[in-house]
């Protein structure tokens, strides 16, 4: 199957000429796009079912069966598995407390970004993985944050996962009453402005208006759309007493009406009645949900992490009239988007600059890596700009090319790209022979690699290096200007 | 335009007139021996929006106590600067410049641009063009002077990622270490020349500037002596460690960008700014001492997205403001005064009744900072938009 899949990718060139992508550019592109990095394999697969059926599996993963090996390696991972009330009972942590703490947290952090970078290099449902790491992205939570450390494991599992391709109101909701949210962003800790304190309570009190804000700003409208600061205060007010019982014994989602503000309040024009609770947060969620502005935030992101850093106005327009129609389906979204005419230009090919956890994993992919142990990735990960689970802003990575394209980053990329090649990463196992089908000649390597023809910069720096090793020829390759874009 | 589509390849036009392969004039640092005498403008962001109010205590504010009843600076611990202003107890280090003139601060400084989010105030500092978001290029790239004989390392931004300040026009590099700033396994020509060749003009424009940069840094790097010189641990002190190593190299830098990060106390503000304000202090102070005499031809200038609440919300925090503080550091710099007009912080002298008000357009601060680093540069092409009104905080040239 290699084999008949890199002879098809031999017929691709480098750059669709036609004002229309050609089948093999088209398979390519999917490839390159809705995958972490395209295979030999994945191709095959393309070619097999043909490029729409493909895509429309891609968005139906509970129909693709998983790769069996990887499911067997998940369930080594104890602590990705665990409720909050487990994982804090087996791995006991105080913030700023004792040394027992620390390794706790390390094994918990390793298990959680080790398990999300081999389903990103391994998983048959690769679009679902990528989902996944959009949207974690998009209502991004951050891991060294006091009990954050033990609360992203279930945030990514319980609140973002399963509703990557559901809809947008669930993942919104449930993305505000989980722990880990409530925490780092302060809303736990949010009570009634007016409310006094009693004669014991230690801790000041009163209204915090930072998840408000992000909720608002990054999660929903986006910061262009007209929302006041009244209204930032306001839907404050409506999430007052949204807070996590036992912080340090499972840390479970409650509402506490005594510390609710059960005024009447208007947010974005609708009047929030006075005397009610819960129902307050509630409602201001279905708003912002149902708003027009969210359509087309939501989609505008989208588009800009699968289709192009700057998409058209009539693509995002066409997607926020889907999120409207379906209710937040973001399957219907997605597709919309994947069947646009837009996202299947020769305009959009290889348009999009790798982030480092994309350019990294398809490294990997490319390479046929077996992964024994992240730590060195991760720690890549991290000089490359891009440590998993540990941005600290709201804001997520930005997907954009020139958020990545600087020095620093690229040494990273060819440096990474050498050690790879080489097999000197620690943990990392490659079988390079196996991985270019026992290529040797430089021009070979390239395509094997990128699985396309490599253009004039990668054949005319390479096609006097027959002398060079297969292993260095790939390091370069991998480094290179034309891996770098997908 | 969504506030993300503003972004465009600003350097495409300017990096297509390069040719490869041009005389490497600057691969000695000999070439720079005429250098020595050049200004060093090195920013500093502190992301997050530093409480200045914290920073640069107005003690002698009736209100700034009683705003603040948890988290006020006690009197008695605040270093006093001249009966009205003191600096909070962790930037201690800091009194010593203060006293000896070459630490000055400015205060109520800002943005007019209300808004409160961290991305977009962020993003109007950087730009430098407050409110207008389709500007594709950083104030500090603008801000860098023609000159005949660039060197390839005149402008770096320290991290992973090149700040926005530094996006632009002109050659900046970004870089983590300068000792790992290089390629392994003598793949170097291979990959310069792949770069080179590359049809995408951004790679090929980045991979340009950094494969000259890392020339020259390899020779700063073989000749570097270590200062002996103990700078704190952390993303601040690391990177204006290597800053110093910069400046003392002789090696052509102009302008360098640090960021400091965690500044967004909204819980529990007083032990986090302890720890902030005495990073930002020890980092500052390392600086100072290991660049000794060469701090002459240097002014650090430092800044936050916003300021934050006067009044001290329900968790012992403060939520997003809007007046803060700057701070100017260097040989040059009119120390040991508090610049500004201070608004007051009276119900009816807060800014919409809850933030401290600006009287500073933080671009004037940053103005007379330009001015002073490249003489005088075109303050409109710098601060388009603006009629800069640069403020005098520094000694006149001699």
Redesign the interface.
């Known amino acids: 199957m290699l084999r008949q899949a890199i002879s098809l990718v031999l017929a691709v060139s480098l750059f669709p000429a036609a004002p229309k992508l050609t089948k093999e550019h088209r398979a390519l592109h999917a490839a390159s796009r809705l995958t972490f990095g395209p295979t030999a394999d994945t191709l095959a697969s393309i070619q097999k079912l043909g490029v729409d059926k493909w895509v429309e599996q891609q968005l139906h993963p509970e129909k693709i069966a998983e790769d069996p090996a990887l499911e067997v390696r998940l369930k080594r991972y104890a602590s990705v598995g665990m409720s909050n009330a487990e994982l804090m009972e087996k791995y006991p942590f105080r913030p700023g407390q004792g040394k027992g703490g620390a390794a706790n947290v390390r094994l918990i952090y390793t298990e959680l970004a080790e398990t999300k970078l081999l389903r990103a290099v391994h998983s048959n449902r690769q679009l679902e993985e990528l989902l996944a790491d959009f949207w974690f992205n998009h209502f991004n939570v951050f891991f060294d944050k006091g009990m954050d450390r033990m609360l992203v494991t279930s945030y990514e599992r319980d609140a973002i996962r399963p509703h990557v391709l559901g809809n947008f109101k669930d993942l919104l909701l449930a993305t505000s009453k989980h722990p880990a949210m409530l925490f780092y962003l302060d809303n736990w800790r949010s009570v009634f402005a007016d409310r006094l304190p009693r004669r014991n309570e230690k801790r000041a009190i009163g209204l915090n208006e930072n998840y408000a804000r992000e909720l608002l700003e990054l999660h929903t409208l986006g910061v262009d759309n007209s929302y006041t600061q009244q209204d930032v205060t306001e839907v404050a007010r409506c999430f007052t007493g949204w807070s996590i019982a036992d912080l340090r014994e499972g840390a479970k989602f409650k509402f506490n009406p005594l510390l609710h503000d059960r005024k009447q309040k208007t947010v974005l024009g609708h009047t929030i009645p006075a005397g009610r609770g819960e129902e307050d947060g509630l409602q201001v969620l279905d708003i912002l949900a149902s708003h027009p502005a969210t359509a087309k935030y939501i989609s505008t992101k989208l588009a800009q992490r699968f289709v192009a850093d700057m998409p058209s106005e009539e693509l995002i327009g066409r997607m926020a009239a889907a999120f409207t129609k379906s209710h937040g389906d973001l399957r219907v979204i997605m597709r919309t988007m994947l069947t646009a005419p837009e996202f299947w230009s020769p305009a959009a090919y290889k348009a999009k600059m790798k982030m480092p956890f994309e350019m990294v994993a398809s490294a990997l992919r490319a390479t046929g890596a077996e992964i024994d142990n992240s730590s060195a990735i991760l720690q890549e990960l991290k000089t490359l700009g891009q440590p998993l689970f540990r941005k600290v802003e709201p804001t997520g990575y930005y997907p954009f090319a020139e958020e990545w394209t600087n020095s620093a980053s690229l040494l990273g990329r060819m440096n990474f790209g050498l050690q790879l090649s080489q097999n000197k990463v620690r943990g990392v196992r490659i079988d390079l022979d196996k991985a270019l089908d026992g290529k040797t000649a430089p021009a070979e390597i390239a395509q094997a690699l990128l699985l396309h023809q490599p253009g004039p910069e990668t054949l005319k720096t390479l096609q006097n290096k027959s002398e060079t090793s297969p292993a260095q020829i790939a390091g370069l390759v991998l480094g290179g200007p034309e891996f770098q874009r997908r | ?5 503003r ?4 350097r495409n036009a300017a990096l297509t007139a390069f040719g490869v392969g041009s005389a490497p004039a600057w691969l000695t640092r000999t070439a720079y021996a005429g250098a020595k005498s050049r200004k060093v403008l090195v920013a500093i962001f502190q ?2 929006a530093m409480d200045g109010l914290s920073a640069v205590i107005p003690y002698g504010e009736r209100r700034y106590a009683a705003l603040r ?2 988290i006020a600076v006690p009197r008695e611990t605040a270093i006093d600067l001249d009966g009205f202003f003191a600096l909070h107890p962790a930037l201690k280090p800091l009194k010593p410049f203060w006293d000896s003139k070459q630490l000055a601060a400015i205060h109520a400084t800002g943005s007019p641009d ?7 105030a962020q993003d109007f500092m950087e730009s430098g063009t407050p409110g207008r ?1 389709a500007t594709r290029d950083g104030w500090l790239n603008r801000a860098i002077p023609p000159q005949p004989k660039p060197s390839p390392i005149r402008a770096i ?1 320290m ?4 700040s926005r300040s530094l ?1 632009g026009a002109n050659p900046a ?4 270490t300068i000792a ?6 003598d ?1 170097q020509d ?2 310069m ?8 003009p ?3 424009g ?2 340009k ?2 494969f000259e ?2 020339k020259l840094l390899e020779s700063i790097n073989r000749n570097q002596v270590d200062s002996g010189i103990t700078y704190p641990n952390s993303r601040l002190g690391q990177s204006l460690r290597q800053i110093a190593t910069l400046i003392k190299a002789d090696a052509g830098l102009e302008v360098a960008f640090a960021d400091s ?2 500044w967004d106390t ?2 529990g503000q007083a032990p986090m700014l302890q720890n902030l304000l005495g990073d930002f202090a020890n980092s500052l102070t390392a600086f100072h001492q290991d660049l000794g005499e060469r701090m002459a031809d240097v002014t650090v200038v430092s800044m936050s997205e916003f300021g934050r609440t006067a009044k ?6 403060t ?2 403001g809007h007046a803060n503080v700057m701070f100017a550091l260097g040989g040059d710099v009119a120390g040991g005064k508090v610049y500004g007009k201070w608004p007051g912080l009276e119900a009816e002298q807060l800014y ?1 009744g809850r933030d401290l008000a600006v009287t500073t357009d933080f671009r004037d601060v940053l103005a007379s900072a330009v001015r002073h680093h490249a003489g005088t540069p075109d303050l409109v092409k710098i601060f388009p938009g603006h009629q800069a009104k640069p403020l005098h905080f520094f000694r006149p040239i001699q």
Request: glycine share 12%.
């Open positions: 335009m969504t506030s993300n589509t972004r465009a390849f600003v992301r997050g009843p948890t209300p808004t409160r989010s961290h991305f977009d978001k931004s991290g992973g990622t090149l996006r590099v970004a870089v983590n790992g700033f290089k390629v392994r396994d793949a291979d990959f020349s792949m770069y080179a060749q590359s049809a995408d951004m790679l090929k980045t991979g500037d950094t940069a890392v990060l965690g909204h819980a001290e919300n329900g968790n012992r925090g939520d997003h919409e």
